[in-house]
């Protein structure tokens, strides 16, 4: 994934985790040490599109952040929140966070949006990523958020 | 007077953020309707009032775009404002669904304050819309509206 890209999606996720869920995101540029990663709990938002191009994003949100985020999309106090409605907040966040970038890689607007995904890992290692080349990270105040997508 | 509104969308927490959204808005609402898909808003909208109805665009079964269309041939419903609510903000999508007559359209992430000023907007002309259906509901009361 080139630099201009990976500066697009940044100023783009950035500009929607503010937006909607008062989330600051931090990009980073080497993976954190083993003790950092967050391993455990995770949800897992995959979205993708096709058309005038072709791309594919998977969001892992570790537990805290997919928590805070929901509470903060919906104005409901954190023992309120259901599993449902943390995966529904991925599913929208990857939606409108993708959604968003294909504004900008795509403004003639041939490429179309599938219909997001959102699935609950009880034990994920944010390790298995390594070595992606789309891979992304974003420090936030409740855990990494990492993404790994295609464009082309 | 209150607007009922019909809210389409795939995403629960979506229709769910999208109402309180209106509802602190201070627009008054009569009832809130709920679709998951274009399909869904057709029924609801065959059996019931709606003043607007706010609308994503991607969506399973049938997606925003064409629910407009099919609301756009309809005699009976093509009166109803529809603004879409949505990620899909290419020049391509706005100028297709202007050419069906879309009432507004609003870029997720939005701020609350961008769906109250279109929503005022629109349903300015709803009001007119509604009174002229309904005479015998003006109540001589200034309105908003």
Same mark, same amino acid.
């Given at each position: 994934?080139?630099?201009? #890209?990976?500066?697009?999606?940044?100023?783009?996720?950035?500009?929607?985790?503010?937006?909607?869920?008062? =989330?600051?995101?931090?990009?980073?540029?080497?993976?954190?040490?083993?003790?950092? %990663?967050?391993? @455990?709990?995770?949800?897992?938002?995959?979205?993708?599109?096709?058309?005038?191009? $072709?791309?594919?994003? %998977?969001?892992?949100?570790?537990?805290? #952040?997919?928590? $805070?985020?929901?509470?903060?999309?919906?104005?409901?106090?954190?023992?309120?929140?259901?599993?449902? !409605?943390?995966?529904? =907040?991925?599913?929208?966040?990857?939606?409108?966070?993708?959604?968003? %970038? #294909?504004?900008?890689?795509?403004?003639?607007?041939?490429?179309?949006?599938?219909?997001? !995904?959102?699935?609950?890992?009880?034990?994920?290692?944010?390790?298995?990523?390594? @070595?992606? =080349?789309?891979?992304?990270?974003?420090?936030?105040?409740?855990?990494?958020?990492?993404?790994?997508? =295609?464009?082309? | 007077?209150? /607007?009922?509104? *019909?809210?389409?969308?795939?995403?629960?927490?979506?229709?769910?953020?999208?109402?309180?959204?209106?509802?602190?808005?201070?627009?008054?609402?009569?009832? /809130?309707?709920?679709?998951?898909?274009?399909?869904?808003? *057709?029924?609801? *909208?065959? &059996?019931?009032?709606?003043?607007?109805?706010?609308?994503?665009?991607?969506?399973?079964?049938?997606?925003?775009?064409?629910?407009?269309?099919?609301?756009?041939?309809? &005699?009976? *419903?093509?009166?109803?404002?529809?603004?879409?609510?949505?990620?899909?903000?290419?020049?391509?999508?706005?100028?297709?669904?202007?050419?069906?007559?879309?009432?507004?359209?609003?870029?997720?992430? /939005?701020?609350?304050?961008?769906?109250?000023?279109?929503?005022?907007?629109?349903?300015?002309?709803?009001?007119?819309?509604?009174?002229?259906?309904?005479?015998? &509901?003006?109540?001589?009361?200034?309105?908003? /509206?």
């Amino acid at each position: 994934m080139d630099e201009n #890209l990976r500066r697009v999606i940044f100023e783009t996720f950035s500009e929607v985790f503010e937006t909607m869920f008062f =989330t600051f995101l931090e990009p980073l540029e080497e993976a954190p040490g083993k003790g950092e %990663l967050g391993c @455990g709990r995770f949800i897992e938002a995959t979205i993708s599109y096709s058309g005038g191009s $072709n791309g594919n994003f %998977l969001f892992y949100f570790p537990w805290e #952040l997919a928590k $805070n985020i929901t509470v903060n999309f919906l104005g409901v106090d954190e023992d309120e929140v259901r599993d449902g !409605q943390l995966k529904d =907040t991925a599913a929208e966040t990857a939606n409108m966070a993708i959604g968003s %970038l #294909l504004g900008k890689l795509d403004p003639g607007g041939k490429a179309s949006l599938a219909i997001p !995904q959102a699935r609950l890992l009880a034990e994920f290692s944010p390790e298995t990523l390594f @070595g992606e =080349t789309g891979l992304c990270m974003f420090g936030t105040e409740f855990g990494i958020l990492w993404v790994v997508g =295609t464009h082309a | 007077m209150a /607007f009922n509104i *019909l809210v389409a969308d795939d995403s629960e927490t979506m229709r769910a953020v999208i109402k309180k959204t209106v509802s602190m808005s201070g627009v008054p609402v009569g009832e /809130f309707h709920e679709a998951a898909n274009g399909k869904e808003a *057709l029924a609801i *909208l065959a &059996e019931t009032w709606i003043d607007v109805i706010l609308s994503d665009i991607n969506m399973p079964e049938m997606g925003g775009m064409e629910l407009l269309k099919k609301i756009s041939e309809d &005699e009976d *419903l093509r009166k109803i404002p529809l603004i879409f609510i949505t990620t899909e903000a290419s020049d391509a999508r706005k100028e297709e669904a202007q050419k069906h007559g879309v009432a507004g359209y609003v870029k997720k992430p /939005f701020q609350p304050e961008t769906i109250k000023a279109i929503l005022y907007d629109v349903l300015e002309k709803a009001y007119e819309h509604r009174l002229e259906e309904n005479p015998g &509901e003006e109540t001589g009361e200034e309105s908003d /509206f």
